[in-house]
């Protein structure tokens, strides 16, 4: 492992920079509504620590004080089954990473996937700390937005009946995203749907299990259909 | 009172769970195996349906029967989505959405 030069530390930031930004942006909306639900910066701090991953995170807030475990850990896997592909398409990259592999797998989020996943950053910059770094930063940032956030909440005093709103919100523009990306749109219908009929039929405390089962068994089955042998490669 | 053992526990477990996802696999496949393709394909197409998964449990009490009728969500979410399309800003849209949602159901409804 070679000391890190400033030309990473720069390196990484100049990657890095949009991140920050945003992950300050939506950890301090994070900090803010976890604050509102009872859960002050600490709070936020830790779970951004032990789950960090802002769709999860996020989902948890109501889970925090009700509800079913096994709803919340399901729900977590559904959310992070991306992660799966993320970290298997980055073993190659990470093979001679030693000691920094636990780190740099246990942290991999979308965002610093996309910018370690496209290229070994700039010429001359020592790769390996290149990646320590963006990670570091990009978690880094999340943490601060989120202790800002639950702190900022404290001093703030109006009425934030309807900010829970913020979450579906952030959710419904990822899906839209998500959707002009595709051609194929039914796994985005299937989630609607599925999810929405079982709302009416099983209630509001346990649907989102029965959901997910029907979600997957669909998926296997309409396989051929999602995907054609043969067609597009995500890769 | 807030149950803060429960938030405790919801924490570990939903942390477990996001770990698991991004360490197994590599535990498994990480000394050159071949990957299943039915894991690879559950891990790209899965996501694509989590987030209407997640819009509808984040709704999950919204009342459809009794006034407003869901109305300022409705309203809200039309403004999320026209703002998004055009901008293709998050926190742009996560802002104006959130802003009138409080706004509809603090003054209007």
């Known amino acids: ?235 | 009172m807030t149950d803060y053992r429960h938030a405790m526990i919801v924490i570990a477990v939903m942390g477990l769970a996001v770990l698991a996802t991004r360490i197994v696999p590599v535990l498994i496949f990480g000394r050159g195996e071949k990957v299943p393709e039915f894991i690879l394909y559950l891990g790209r197409v899965v996501p694509y349906t989590a987030m209407g998964l997640l819009i509808v449990y984040c709704l999950r009490d919204m009342p459809v029967l009794e006034a407003p009728h869901g109305l300022p969500e409705l309203i809200s979410l039309a403004a999320v989505t026209v703002t998004y399309l055009w901008k293709r800003n998050t926190i742009m849209s996560v802002v104006i959405g959130t802003a009138l949602y409080m706004f509809l159901v603090q003054s209007v409804f």
């Open chain 1, 1 to 235: 492992m070679k000391n890190i030069t400033r030309k990473d530390v720069l390196a990484a930031l100049h990657t890095s920079s949009p991140i920050i930004v945003t992950f300050l942006v939506l950890g301090i909306g994070y900090g803010i509504l976890m604050q509102r639900h009872g859960y002050g910066p600490l709070w936020s701090l830790l779970s951004g620590i032990i789950i960090f991953s802002g769709t999860a995170q996020f989902v948890s807030i109501t889970m925090l004080s009700s509800g079913s475990v096994i709803m919340a850990g399901l729900t977590a896997l559904m959310i992070s089954a991306r992660h799966v592909f993320f970290s298997i398409s980055m073993i190659g990259r990470y093979s001679s990473e030693g000691r920094r592999k636990p780190y740099l797998y246990y942290a991999l989020c979308d965002e610093t996937y996309a910018m370690l996943s496209k290229d070994d950053g700039p010429e001359g910059v020592n790769v390996s700390n290149y990646r320590l770094l963006v990670t570091l930063f990009d978690q880094s940032a999340w943490l601060t937005g989120s202790f800002l956030g639950g702190w900022i909440g404290t001093l703030l005093t109006f009425d934030s009946t309807g900010i829970d709103f913020a979450m579906t919100a952030l959710f419904t523009t990822v899906f839209i995203q998500q959707w002009i990306d595709n051609k194929c749109h039914l796994p985005a219908v299937l989630g609607v749907v599925a999810t929405l009929a079982c709302r009416l039929i099983f209630g509001r405390d346990i649907f989102l299990i029965p959901a997910m089962i029907i979600i997957i068994a669909v998926l296997t089955a309409a396989r051929s259909r999602i995907e054609p042998a043969g067609g597009e490669n995500h890769d």
